[in-house]
């Protein structure tokens, strides 16, 4: 069975930079790696995309190594708004979408 | 911004009995998908839809739910005979292409709170 993980939860101060990992070890060679972040008793947000190395939007740069058996979440200065659960999201080899564990990150003032 | 919309925002129902749980996605959206998130849990995956069929479905979609797009905008999620351990949120979620496997973001709509007493 796939299995998509992440750190439970991290702390941050505002205006740290926060990096989340997520390991995907049966990623299916095709797909890609999405990130997400869920408020309360809200759907997820997308964040991210990528496949490989690194891409980088006005919210977040996502860092994938070759093996893309994981990728890094990199959060720039965070604020207290970005205090939420993170989601990494990828497709296994048997295409099946698998949610990651979530990272809970608690932004401190 | 278009948005995907859930109805209702809550729904009690006893154990045994059937529900639906309806979604109306982005209107030039192909691609459709229903989760669930028990509560404090991760999102899990249940199925996703496009071009009036199942396109893959996970170990939970078993003989107990369905989905249908029953016209050009809505797409339902039913389950049958529901269990207590069906009480969760339920999230349905569209993209204009196939999530994981191209450039394309999936987006949710806000869920809808399942209470099986």
């Known amino acids: 069975l796939a299995k998509t993980t992440q750190p439970i939860s991290m702390d941050s101060y505002e205006g740290q930079e926060v990096n989340i990992t997520c390991s995907h070890n049966n990623i299916a060679t095709n797909d890609y790696i999405t990130w997400y972040q869920q408020f309360p008793s809200q759907g997820p947000r997308f964040i991210i995309q990528?496949?490989?190395t690194k891409v980088t939007n006005e919210v977040a740069s996502l860092f994938i190594p070759a093996d893309r058996k994981s990728s890094t979440l990199s959060l720039p200065r965070v604020s207290l708004s970005d205090t939420a659960v993170y989601y990494c999201l990828v497709a296994d080899n048997t295409d099946k979408l698998i949610f990651g564990t979530g990272t809970r990150l608690q932004v401190f003032p | 911004e278009p948005e995907v919309t859930q109805t209702p925002s809550h729904q009690v129902t006893q154990m045994g009995q059937e529900v639906i749980l309806r979604c109306v996605p982005i209107s030039n959206h192909l691609y459709f998908y229903w989760y669930r998130q028990i509560l404090g849990q991760k999102v899990e995956f249940l199925v996703s839809f496009y071009n009036n069929e199942i396109s893959e479905k996970s170990e939970i979609f078993d003989d107990q739910f369905s989905v249908e797009r029953p016209d050009g905008s809505n797409f339902t999620l039913k389950i049958r005979s529901t269990k207590l351990e069906d009480s969760a949120m339920y999230f349905c979620?569209?993209?204009?292409?196939?999530?994981?496997?191209?450039?394309?973001?999936?987006?949710f709509g806000p869920g809808t709170r399942l209470t099986v007493l």
């Open positions: 979620a569209s993209s204009d292409g196939l999530a994981g496997g191209s450039y394309n973001e999936q987006f």
């Open positions: 990528g496949y490989k």
